[in-house]
């Protein structure tokens, strides 16, 4: 079983940045993709970005160009820097691991984009 911590989260202005990092006990054997998803009050979870095994990359077009995905090679990590934030309802960014042996989500982290 593959136990994500995401971390990072917190008050930013508008325009501002914010680095997530999601923590993994272990990249999981095989194929896998780590995403990240977020998930405002009243609202469905929607896919932000994810990264492959072999680092292929995939954005959410409402953040493409402010957002980045990325993956430490040395320690089963991730991270997502957001450029550019927008105001926005507070949402919670969940980290996720989608491989041949399971599916897990982290416990997420509370993002707020506000003056």
């Known amino acids: 079983q593959v136990q994500l911590v995401e971390s990072g989260g917190g008050l930013v202005e508008p325009g501002g940045s914010l680095t997530l990092s999601c923590q993994a006990s272990e990249y999981p054997s095989g194929y896998y993709v780590m995403a990240w998803y977020r998930q405002a009050p009243g609202k469905e979870r929607e896919h932000v970005a994810d990264?492959?095994?072999?680092?292929?990359?995939k954005y959410n077009p409402s953040v493409e160009g402010r957002f980045t995905i990325s993956r430490d090679n040395a320690r089963p990590t991730i991270f997502l820097q957001m450029d550019s934030l927008k105001p926005e309802c507070p949402a919670v960014y969940y980290c996720r691991s989608i491989g041949v042996t399971g599916d897990y989500w982290g416990q997420g982290t509370q993002v707020t984009v506000s003056s």
């Open positions: 990264i492959s095994k072999f680092g292929i990359t």
